[in-house]
């Protein structure tokens, strides 16, 4: 059977979603489809059960989804070895992150990585905050990006960056002249936000809990998958939304205008998460290379 499928059923399993997965492996949500019902043909038996908020495992897709961890562990063992032997100096390194990491961080954090080691072999999957923290547990990646605090054991969380989260709202919005707004008006307005699970609404979360409210307490129109779906979203005048300053490009940002909520504190963290064990060389250049004094300012 194609290692793809393998890897996709993993996906569809940790993520809850065909479109979840589909989006983490950057495939269409059929193609998705297409792999899960090939496994499903071979063992000649359902892994899955669909219902209106995604999907859940069958008694046998659980028990596959434990080997199907073990076999892709292993193949990413073997392809690390023999990378090993046909270039000794060189080492793999597979790195989870969050999704607005993935896209506005981490370009600039590989080009200095690999500026000193050109040979080193480096892979990133990309998923929502909660996803990677599986990925490190589950030893998918050596290491993973988040943007939200770690509240899983036994992974050890090193801070490398500090982000402070905005309410965006398109340029013809009623609170385009305004510098700050009451959190009640904050919570009466149509909201469109990230999906449960992405740092960016972990934060949110956080800071409306300080006020004894959630994300229940607010008028969601919205609730997408991707930053640059919100983002056309807010353009087209159908609500606002809380994204970090990092995801507005200096050719957007004539289109958007930021406002504060009064009291409400959207500050949040970046964290490099692993296992508490001997990382590999890649590992560590990059979390030093994250860590380092005046690394914050390399940021976009």
Known sequence: MNPQNWETFRAVAEAGSISAAARTLNLSPSAVSQQIQQMEDSYRCRLLVR???GVHLTAEGEVLYRYAKKLLRTLAESHEQIARLSDPGASRLRIGASLTIAEYVLPDVLAHLYRPEPRDHVSVMMANSEAVCDFVLNRAVDVGLVEA???KSPLVAERFYTDRL??????????????????DEFIQEPMILREPGSGTRRALERALGDHER???DLSVRLVLGTTQA?????????????LSPLTIRADEAAGFHTVAVRDLDLTRHFYA??????LPPGARRLIHL????GAHAQAP
Do not use: C, F, N
Request: glycine share 8%.
């Open 51 to 53: 219902h209106t908020h």
């Open 214 to 216: 959630g994300i229940e």
């Open 166 to 183: 905005a309410v965006y709202v398109a340029r013809g919005h009623r609170w385009a002249a305004a510098q700050d707004i009451s959190l």
């Open 230 to 242: 919100i983002k056309a979203m807010v353009r087209a005048g159908l609500g606002a939304t809380v």
């Open 273 to 278: 998460v692993h296992l508490p064990i001997t």
């Open 290 to 293: 994250l860590t380092r004094p």
């Open 149 to 151: 605090e770690v509240e």
